[in-house]
């Protein structure tokens, strides 16, 4: 353990509290936190838009090995509010890492938290759900306060956390994504002739799912979340893609309602969000 790190502290709704070791960012933060159980991969979720308003449990036992590059990032920024990790790699062994994940999220100022049981943590939230929690690394607060706090956040289920991850203004995509990891005999694989042009709703879009289409021959225009529907038929698209995104489909009224006055007129399609939104338009309801 680095004695240099701060204590830090996760005060859960639930009444349950969690100390380790602080990392990346101090302070306090307030957020729903879940979990993700991949073993890799851990900078493209740190970046995944759909994240926005949580704090993220890796269950993976260590996290951090292969630092950070500025390539792998999935957004233009990291919307999350904190990070808690088993245990943050002492060090960083990659030929592509230009910072460590600690050095990261403090640039990016998120609190992360270390030394914390995340398969029980994970087993808790697998069975109540996600909780509302504070993270922080400062020693002021009592215990109690924290899990207050905790109850007393709003949460995400009221917020339009969209208008927070989407882009401010149309443009088109152009990188074929993985096509930069395609050895030079086989480039076969790439500069496939454009077939078919996709509109993109951007409600916080993985910038990986932009680069299959791309990689597949789709001439791909990305527009923000609150796009007019006549806005986008005027494009003349052979399909409208409605992405993944962070929050609930309830508070999306117009994103909603765009999607009604699409429907019959353009093929639509959707991950995540992108398939709630459109469930909503056709007044699916969910099942249990």
Same mark, same amino acid.
Request: glycine fraction near 8%; hydrophobic fraction near 40%; charge should be negative.
């Given at each position: ?8 502290? %996760?005060?859960? &709704? ?17 957020? &729903?936190?879940? !979990?993700? $159980? ?5 900078? &493209? +979720?740190?970046? /995944?838009?759909? #994240? ?8 993976? $036992? ?15 920024? =990291? !919307? ?10 002492? *060090? ?44 922080? $690394? ?5 215990? /109690? ?28 995509? $152009?990188?074929?994504?993985? /096509?930069?990891? +395609?050895?030079?005999? /086989? ?8 077939? !078919?042009?996709?509109?993109? #709703? ?6 990986? +799912? ?7 021959? *789709? ?21 409208? !893609? ?11 009224? #117009? ?7 699409? %429907? ?7 991950? *995540?969000?992108?398939?709630? =939104? %459109? ?10």
């Amino acid at each position: 353990m680095n004695t240099n790190q701060p204590a830090a502290r %996760l005060a859960l &709704e639930d009444g349950s509290l969690w100390v380790g070791r602080g990392f990346g960012a101090t302070g306090t933060r307030v957020g &729903e936190v879940v !979990f993700n $159980t991949s073993m890799t991969g851990y900078q &493209e +979720i740190l970046t /995944d838009p759909s #994240y926005a308003g949580q704090m993220v449990v890796m269950t993976a $036992t260590q996290i951090g090995n292969t630092g950070i590059n500025h390539e792998d990032h999935e957004a233009r920024d =990291i !919307f999350l509010r904190g990070f808690i990790v088993r245990e943050l790699s002492p *060090c960083v062994s990659n030929w592509r890492a230009e910072l460590s994940l600690g050095e990261w999220l403090e640039q990016k100022d998120i609190v992360g938290i270390e030394h914390i049981d995340t398969r029980a943590l994970t087993r808790r939230l697998r069975e109540k759900g996600s909780l509302k929690a504070v993270l922080t $690394t400062d020693s002021a607060p009592h215990n /109690d306060d924290l899990v207050e706090q905790a109850r007393a956040w709003h949460g995400t289920s009221e917020i339009d956390l969209v208008k927070k991850v989407t882009c401010s203004e149309s443009y088109a995509w $152009t990188d074929p994504s993985e /096509d930069r990891w +395609i050895s030079t005999h /086989d480039m076969s694989k790439i500069d496939k002739p454009q077939s !078919f042009h996709i509109v993109a #709703y951007d409600y916080g879009i993985k910038y990986n +799912i932009l680069r299959r289409m791309a990689s597949h021959g *789709c001439r791909v225009t990305v527009v923000p979340a609150a796009t007019p529907a006549k806005e986008v038929l005027a494009l003349n698209p052979d399909g409208v !893609f409605l992405s993944n995104g962070p929050g609930d489909p309830a508070v999306l009224d #117009y994103a909603v309602k765009t999607t009604k006055n699409l %429907l019959g007129k353009v093929p639509i399609f959707g991950i *995540c969000l992108g398939h709630q =939104i %459109l469930g909503q338009a056709l007044a699916v309801k969910p099942t249990n």
